[in-house]
């Protein structure tokens, strides 16, 4: 079993030995108060109350995909069987988490709302192995987090899973006067030629060579790739696949009809520098952005 240690440097170094946070609602609340910081996910509201329970915490990733985070109070507490029912209730109940953020973040974020992946993120000082396999068997997006406190400043989040997930299927709507059909994400891959499915997939390989922190995200119109916060986000047409990425567009020397700075720009995705991967040797070109981004993102 690996053991983490923490060392406090200073004119004396300090090993950090580590302890669970005595009052759960402390950790509750830090975590409300830092939740964008500590999980790329922005706060909507705390002890959400329905009609069969109440919710830990609730919010909205930067995919706009909705995120329940349980955390577990006692070592009886099944918090990915509660996570599991809350997400369902959810599913069920998209009109009351509209609601939510609408209050909270206004209707143009509560209209971009993606159902495709939502999140249940359970947090304890401890998992068994036998969570861990049950959650990797179950394909939904539950991801088990680990957390340890060092000294009175230090506290450690370890990502204990991996979850590939099965996007939800979309509920069908009926047709209105205004309705137009958008192809997905998966549709559009489906469609595109053997040319760009080849760049497509040489793009997610290199992307997933980087390192195994990086997690794919299929979302409804864009595969997203993440450690806490999206890094780089993937769109595919018929005659170009769309690379976004977080990096400071400022300091690259952008070249016109290859990468483009999209600050203050309407798109899908998240990243400031945008890049079009039209041939292979744009795919080339395109490494040495990939992999700054990588590196300088956190």
């Known amino acids: 079993m690996s053991e983490i240690k923490l060392f406090e440097v200073g004119t004396i170094v300090k090993e950090r030995t580590s302890s669970t946070v005595v009052l759960e609602k402390q950790l509750q609340t830090m975590i409300e108060q830092n939740m964008e910081t500590f999980f790329g996910v922005r706060f909507l509201k705390s002890e959400y109350m329905i009609t069969s329970g109440r919710m830990d915490s609730i919010g909205?990733?930067?995919?706009?995909?909705?995120?329940?985070?349980?955390?577990k109070r006692s070592s009886s507490e099944n918090v990915i069987n509660q996570g599991l029912f809350y997400l369902d209730w959810l599913l069920d109940h998209k009109a009351d988490f509209k609601l939510l953020v609408i209050e909270k973040f206004g209707m143009e974020v509560a209209n971009q709302i993606d159902w495709s992946v939502p999140c249940v993120i359970c947090?304890?000082?401890?998992?068994?192995?036998?969570?861990?396999?049950?959650?990797?068997?179950?394909?939904?997006?539950?991801?088990?987090?680990k957390y340890r406190k060092y000294g009175e400043n230090l506290l450690l989040?370890?990502?204990?899973?991996?979850?590939?997930?099965?996007?939800?299927?979309?509920?069908?709507?009926?047709?209105?006067?205004?309705?137009?059909?958008?192809?997905?994400?998966?549709e559009k891959l489906a469609l595109a030629s053997s040319h760009f499915k080849t760049l497509y997939t040489a793009l997610c390989d290199y992307i997933e060579s980087?390192?195994?922190?990086l997690v794919a995200n299929q979302l409804k119109l864009y595969l997203a790739y993440k450690k806490v916060q999206n890094i780089f986000c993937i769109e595919i047409y018929n005659k170009q696949i769309l690379l976004r990425m977080k990096l400071d567009p400022d300091t690259v020397e952008l070249e016109e009809g290859f990468t483009r700075d999209t600050?203050?720009?309407?798109?899908?995705?998240?990243?400031?520098?945008?890049?079009?991967?039209?041939?292979?040797?744009?795919f080339q070109k395109a490494?040495?952005?990939?992999?700054?981004?990588?590196?300088?993102?956190?």
């Not at 909205?60 to 955390?71: A, C, K, T």
């Not at 947090?123 to 539950?142: G, P």
């Not at 980087?210 to 922190?213: K, S």
């Not at 600050?263 to 744009?282: M, P």
């Open 60 to 71: 909205i990733d930067e995919n706009n995909s909705p995120v329940i985070f349980e955390y």
């Open 123 to 145: 947090i304890a000082n401890d998992f068994t192995r036998y969570d861990v396999h049950a959650v990797n068997q179950m394909q939904r997006n539950i991801k088990l987090v």
């Open 157 to 186: 989040f370890e990502h204990l899973n991996t979850p590939v997930a099965k996007p939800v299927p979309e509920t069908p709507t009926m047709p209105t006067a205004s309705t137009y059909t958008q192809k997905t994400h998966v």
């Open 210 to 213: 980087l390192g195994d922190d």
């Open 263 to 282: 600050r203050g720009i309407g798109h899908y995705g998240t990243g400031e520098l945008e890049v079009s991967i039209k041939t292979a040797e744009n």
């Open 287 to 298: 490494k040495k952005l990939i992999e700054r981004a990588y590196q300088e993102t956190l």
